[in-house]
Nanobody, 115 residues
Framework: VQLVESGGGLVRPGGSLRLSCASIGSPFSSYAMIWYRQATGKERELVATVTSAGDSTNYADSVKGRFTISRDNAKNTVYLQMNSLKPEDTAVYYC?????????WGQGTQVTVSS
């Protein structure tokens, strides 16, 4: 499975971005999908998760009410809609695919929130 993230960039505080993670390879619908992020000098932290069927989601407290994770299994893609962005959201964002048998990481996409 190859995971390819896109949608990162520079945005002003209060702005929005939508990240995408496209999966190439094994059946996408078999995997729970997770977004992580890692800021410079900090540990990687879990941002949001969605089950393989897309029927349940979870969020880090720091992004609840601002970020929304979703998936389109027909398009083999998971999304992270990020609203009301803050400077502390600046990080490299990674998508991660997890099944009982395998795990895969994407290469990451940079999100910078700055005025």
């Amino acid at each position: 499975v190859q995971l390819v993230e896109s949608g990162g960039g520079l945005v002003r505080p209060g702005g929005s971005l939508r990240l995408s993670c496209a999966s190439i390879g094994s059946p996408f619908s078999s995997y729970a999908m997770i977004w992580y992020r890692q800021a410079t000098g900090k540990e990687r932290e879990l941002v949001a998760t969605v089950t393989s069927a897309g029927d349940s989601t979870n969020y880090a407290d720091s992004v609840k009410g601002r970020f929304t994770i979703s998936r389109d299994n027909a398009k083999n893609t998971v999304y992270l809609q990020m609203n009301s962005l803050k400077p502390e959201d600046t990080a490299v964002y990674y998508c991660y695919a997890r099944s009982p048998w395998n795990t895969y990481w994407g290469q990451g996409t940079q999100v910078t929130v700055s005025s």
